[in-house]
């Protein structure tokens, strides 16, 4: 969709015509919204709390999801599985080298990026469903290894503990503490992905996935960039899988499975391959399914009492399924795109017709 910007705004440079937040009350508007979410903890309960927590860890690995498969066109199922690789080596570089949790971070990011290389490989010979196989090798790959290698070091199928981050002295063993280190991620996660979608790496991403016979052609290398793409996807889980170990204070091989990779692409489609709000909206509403689940769960079980255990576990990828099947025959383009018809329809008011 063309951008439609309001009568009489105009561009008189570059920088003005790229700029995303181009009017003041833009910028308080923002304001506003980061004081609300950062000052969360102090009004809202810990449930809400929590949820935050999740969604905003589903939107980070959601972010690395979209430039592999909604720029790049790449589709993957190993997404939940580099998340895995995160959390085991920010744990283990915090549980036995003693490292700060500032520091296993990133290192837990870039070696969740250099296993994504690995089961990048694939996509330089195969695309579509043979991807598809390719990645999902690693969803069972990357468990097995962490149940049979090492167990000494990796405690098999038990998995390991995870110490609660430490920074400045300051503890975030709650909720409402932990909530502070998500959304500082998210946020810098966000600007990140951002910027690599207005890059020149965004745009050779984009050439690749609407035809890489012609990209090729037009001097990008499919080689370097289907690479890089695997690696900053896998670098984002990598970030979402530390976070969420020491959330839980505890991870092992089934702690993120091939049903969350799962999730993760339904997440995308919802929310809208090939934007940046796409992640956002899409872990949002998945999100708030598996709530609105969990809390009908007593309502279902009452209401079947003979089955109340399978009716229960039933509701969860029944609702999920029930929106993406809805997405896909309604608003295949997702709730980002949903997102610029409304702001076109605002901005050409009173003529929208």
């Known amino acids: ?43 809202a309960s810990q449930g809400v709390v929590a949820l935050v927590n999740r969604i905003g860890i589903a939107i980070i690995a959601v972010q690395g999801l979209s430039i592999l498969t909604g720029y790049t066109g790449q589709i993957s199922l190993g ?6 690789t995160g959390g085991y080596i920010s744990a283990l570089l915090v549980n036995r080298l003693g490292w700060s949790f500032l520091l296993a971070l990133p290192t837990a990011a870039l070696g969740a990026g250099i296993v994504g ?7 330089l010979r195969v695309k579509g469903f043979y991807l598809v196989m390719a990645t999902l090798a690693a969803q069972f790959i990357i468990p097995w290894f962490t149940r049979n290698a090492f167990p000494q070091v990796l405690n098999g199928a038990q998995g390991l503990n995870v110490e609660v981050p430490v920074l400045f002295g300051v503890e975030f063993n709650t ?13 810098l996660s966000t600007l990140g992905a951002y910027n690599v979608s207005r890059s020149r790496l965004g745009r050779a991403f984009i050439a690749i996935r609407d035809n890489d016979l012609a990209a090729e052609l037009l001097g990008v290398d499919p080689f370097r960039y289907k ?4 690696f900053l996807a896998a670098v984002y889980a990598g970030l979402a899988g530390a976070l969420a170990a020491h959330q839980l204070r505890h991870i092992n091989s089934e702690t993120f499975n091939l049903i969350d990779s799962i999730l993760f692409l339904g997440m995308l489609v919802i929310g809208g391959l090939g934007s940046n709000l796409g992640p956002v909206f899409g872990a949002i509403v998945v999100q708030l399914l598996i709530e ?27 609702f999920f399924g029930l ?10 383009r997702g709730l980002a795109y949903r997102w610029q018809v409304l702001k076109a329809a605002w901005r050409l008011r009173p003529f929208s017709h």
Do not use: K
């Open 1 to 43: 969709m063309a951008l439609l910007r309001p009568a009489g705004e105009y561009d008189a440079s570059y920088p003005r015509d790229m700029a995303t937040i181009r009017q003041p009350w833009q910028w308080g508007l923002l304001f506003a919204f980061l004081v609300t979410l950062f000052t969360l903890p102090f009004s």
């Open 292 to 318: 609105a689940a969990t809390l009908l769960g007593p309502v279902v079980a009452a209401a079947f009492p003979y089955s109340a255990a399978g009716a229960v576990q039933a509701l969860r990828p029944l």
């Open 227 to 230: 690479l890089q793409a695997f």
């Open 79 to 84: 997404q939940a599985a580099f998340m895995t």
């Open 323 to 332: 929106a993406v099947m809805l997405f896909l025959i309604f608003e295949p």
């Open 117 to 123: 290389l690995v089961f990048g490989l694939p996509s």
């Open 175 to 187: 909720p409402q503490r932990y909530l502070y280190l998500t959304l500082t991620v998210l946020v």
